[in-house]
């Protein structure tokens, strides 16, 4: 069952929304070079979540903002992603460690 999110609404009542998620399959037609970027982002992403991994292991730090806090301009600096992508590794991570 999709998620339910309540909120208070500017005018004082209480609205719902109700999140679903859908996943697309499709094929990218890139050119060698963009394909070659592409995969060496992959491997950058990749790299990063288990920096991540090891600093929550190493340091026993398993909150997912106590770990955001913990990585985030390390892992910004050494792996040189864009923002969005730190934080979904970090996201990535945290929501692994609350399944395990």
């Not at 069952?1 to 609205?15: A, R, V, Y």
């Not at 979540?49 to 903002?65: G, Y």
Request: glycine share 4%.
């Amino acid at each position: 069952m999709p998620p339910i999110t309540s909120f208070l609404t500017d005018s004082g009542s209480w609205g719902i929304i109700q999140t679903v998620e859908l996943t697309v399959v499709g094929k990218l037609d890139l050119s060698a070079q963009d394909k070659q970027r592409l995969e060496r982002t992959l491997e950058l992403f990749a790299a990063a979540c288990n920096a991540v991994s090891q600093v929550a292991f190493t340091e026993r730090c398993f909150h997912p903002v106590a770990l955001h806090h913990r990585t985030y301009y390390d892992i910004r600096q050494r792996f040189n992603l864009h923002a969005n992508l730190t934080i979904r590794a970090i996201s990535r991570v945290a929501l692994w460690l609350s399944r395990v």
